[in-house]
């Protein structure tokens, strides 16, 4: 995030004039981890490793100039959920190699361990199940998290066996004994194979090719483009780490991004953003976005007016 975001703004920006971005030596920052959810009813909250990362609001640039960081904070939002999958993928790949962890897709497509009881999945899932109760499975994700603030219970400071013991219990409970849960867990995590080659040298799980990934990240009713018509470079990357089961790099996920772009049948690559100060100004469409439009798709804009004429509808 730090080479896209950490820059500032010098000019007047408007009335004509643009204002031009400015390098700095870097972002400001630190970061929290939390090894749990938020409590319920009283109780230790349930499993849940994350990370609060705080940014600075300013950066040093160039000149010698403190100034706001990515066009005033703005450029935080588009790279959050990139940040987001390239942190859960570089995660997997972690325990892939560490303690032998195996991924699958759930149906919502997520990347779920394998080995975990489902019991044990929902048993520790209370604070989601607190959410759904509140709002409802259809509910959107701006309204999932309006309710989380509503009901969030204050954190405690806890030493770590205390939860730890709490989630134990309550799969023992599901499971039958603490014996069953040792079993559970040898299974989901048994340790490397160190007759397998590492990750790195093509050893883990089967990595899906750029026509699968494709497929899923343009599916029409669920893919990039089922809820808005424009993507852009930050979206695809996003999408292209949710859908491989690990990452060793950013290196490995560009690389593989502009193999799936390339992937004949999908993209339509359309005018870059005006928003010149951007590193990642590449936007994008799916080619079903202008097929059988043609005799309308002059109201979508010049973006879509130029990708139609590419397209020689």
């Known amino acids: 995030m730090e080479p896209a975001t950490a820059y500032g703004m010098a000019g007047h ?22 090894r749990s959810a938020r409590p319920v009813d009283a109780s230790p909250g349930d499993p849940h490793l994350h990370a609060h990362v705080n940014i600075a609001h300013l950066v040093h640039c160039e000149d010698g100039k403190w100034r706001a960081p990515g066009a005033g904070g703005e450029d935080f ?17 972690k ?28 048993a520790l899932s209370r604070r ?7 709002v409802g499975r259809d509910a959107t994700r701006e309204q999932q998290k309006s309710a989380a603030r509503r009901t969030a219970e204050a954190k405690e400071d806890v030493e770590a066996p205390a939860p730890r013991q709490d ?15 040792d079993r559970m867990l040898a299974a989901a995590l048994p340790g490397p194979d160190g007759s397998a080659p590492p990750l790195s040298a093509g050893g883990g799980p089967r990595m899906p090719s750029p026509v699968e990934i494709a497929a899923r990240m ?13 993507v852009s470079r930050t979206h695809v990357l996003a999408a ?28 339509v690559r359309l005018p870059d953003s005006n ?15 202008l097929v059988g439009r043609c005799g309308t798709i002059e109201a979508e804009g010049a973006s879509f007016a130029s990708a139609r004429d590419e397209q020689r509808c």
């Open 95 to 122: 325990l892939i190699e560490k303690y032998g962890a195996r991924f699958e897709l759930s149906a919502k497509g997520a990347w779920e361990l394998v080995g975990i009881d489902e019991d044990v999945r929902t």
């Open 77 to 93: 939002h588009q790279y959050a959920r990139l940040i987001n999958e390239v942190a859960e993928a570089r995660f997997r790949a």
């Open 167 to 181: 989630w134990r219990t309550r799969a023992a409970t599901q499971l039958g004994g603490e014996d069953a849960v």
């Open 218 to 230: 343009w599916d029409v009713e669920h893919g990039l483009t089922a809820s808005k018509k424009t």
């Open 240 to 267: 292209v780490a949710a859908a491989v089961p690990y990452l060793l790099s950013a290196e490995q996920l560009v690389a593989l991004t502009d193999e799936v772009l390339a992937v004949d049948g999908h993209v």
């Open 13 to 34: 920006h408007g009335d004509g004039e643009r204002a031009q971005r400015v390098e700095s030596s870097g972002l400001i920052g630190w970061v929290t981890l939390h």
């Open 128 to 134: 989601h199940q607190q959410i759904v109760t509140l």
């Open 275 to 289: 928003r010149h100060h951007h590193v990642h100004r590449q936007q994008y469409t799916h080619s079903a976005m």
